[in-house]
């Protein structure tokens, strides 16, 4: 990966003006699925990653979810530069339109209500080095997409042993003491349930000396791009709707 020192001049505040970054080449782009093609390319990566963890489910994942085309989702996909394989894709949904996938297993606390939530979702990547960079930049590509959105936290329901890959983001248990809860939306497949502050990522990452920090906050990557051609996030239904949804049990 190519990396070049070069000075940030479009800080979102004062504190980040003139922060100095580097400028980093990934050997894969990250970019929003908008036709079939990419979404045939999505589905094929989801279901061989699932495969290797979870083959009973992975059986049921060989065609897009409802889920893939419900308003406020959106879906990410890595892809080698060299030769155009997927090698990572993620799903994004808001409760700017409905509820999030897993509010159909639990009824978030009052501290998550009222507020502008993402969920990732359906996270898969190839084996390997390449995909464990992947992986990391298709957060960085989440958190992006909702510092630009105005997402207040991302909210992710993580089986054993990939919880820790969270906790270890900083991520904090939405319901601390319960562990692992079954997700009726998800095979009643046990999945701990943690939330995360976009806010105020950049200050704790950075006084927590986190491993990560420079690649999330101080690197440029061009190769990861989460807006279409007109140069506008394809989803910006965070941003302007104004209804709130209704939160209630599964």
Not at 35 to 47: F, N, S, T
Not at 97 to 105: D, K, M
Not at 205 to 216: A, K, P, S, V
Not at 218 to 230: C, K, N, Q, S, V
Request: proline share 5%.
């Amino acid at each position: 990966m190519n990396r070049t020192f070069t000075l940030s001049t479009t800080a979102r505040n004062d504190s980040d003006a003139f922060l100095p970054q580097t400028e980093e080449r990934l050997p894969f782009t990250i970019r929003v699925v908008k036709d079939e093609g990419a979404l045939a390319k999505a589905v094929r990566i989801r279901q061989a990653a699932y495969g290797r963890h979870v083959p009973e489910l992975a059986k049921t994942l060989g065609a897009p979810e409802s889920y893939d085309v419900e308003p406020g989702a959106v879906i990410l996909l890595a892809e080698s530069k060299m030769d155009g394989e997927a090698i990572g894709t993620m799903r994004i949904q808001t409760n700017a339109v409905s509820r999030l996938g897993v509010e159909r297993s639990v009824l978030l606390p009052d501290w998550l209500q009222q507020q502008r939530l993402s969920e990732a979702t359906r996270l898969g990547v190839s084996e390997g080095r390449v995909g464990h960079v992947a992986k990391i930049a298709l957060f960085k590509a989440y958190y992006q997409y909702c510092l630009e959105t105005g997402v207040e936290w991302m909210i992710t329901a993580a089986r054993s042993p990939l919880d820790r890959q969270y906790e270890a983001l900083m991520f904090q248990d939405v319901f601390p003491g319960q562990g692992f809860i079954p997700m009726l939306h998800i095979g009643n497949i046990p999945h701990r349930v943690m939330a995360f502050d976009v806010a105020s990522a950049r200050k704790r990452w950075e006084q927590g000396g986190h491993r990560l920090f420079d690649f999330m906050v101080r690197t440029h990557h061009p190769d990861i791009d989460i807006r279409d051609h007109g140069g506008r996030l394809v989803d910006d239904q965070v941003k302007t709707h104004e209804a709130r949804p209704v939160h209630i049990a599964a």
